[in-house]
């Protein structure tokens, strides 16, 4: 499929880093817990922000391997198309987030630069499947 090698890289990074992040999440739970262990302290809203992290970056492995068995040739590219629309409002929504609550750092800058690029790469694939004639067999 042509076009696919911008998808294919992007889908591994986001692999990558969302295994990272994954880890970090697991981590900041059983800190939270730590933290909060015999006191009356209310940490609802910590876990709750760190297990919707856990699971963001769990969907975007998802995203990441869909992305790269459609880089291959393999897989859905409306899948792919959808899930990368998906990302890229969730990571609108996070880049908003983090500006109103004045947490902008370079997580936050690359956590919109590759959904807008996997977005990018399953547009480009999505094109050429659509500009690519039936094959007769």
């Known amino acids: 499929m042509q076009n696919s090698t911008l998808l294919k890289i992007v889908s591994i990074i986001m692999i990558v880093l969302a ?16 933290l909060v262990a015999g006191t009356d302290t209310s940490v609802f809203v910590l876990v709750l922000f760190a297990l919707l992290g856990v699971v963001g970056q769990a969907f975007q492995i998802i995203a990441g391997v869909i992305g790269v068995r459609v880089a291959g040739g393999k897989g859905s590219i409306k899948v792919c198309f959808v899930l990368s ?3 890229l409002a969730l990571a609108a929504l996070s ?10 750092s370079w997580t936050t800058i690359v956590g919109v630069i590759l959904p807008i690029l996997y977005f990018v790469g399953a547009y480009q694939v999505k094109t050429a499947a659509a500009q690519t004639p039936p094959s007769v067999q």
Do not use: E
């Open 95 to 104: 880049f908003i987030g983090s500006i109103v609550d004045k947490t902008f």
């Open 19 to 34: 295994s990272i992040f994954i880890v970090l999440g697991v981590i900041s739970l059983v800190g939270i817990g730590a």
């Open 85 to 87: 629309v998906i990302i």
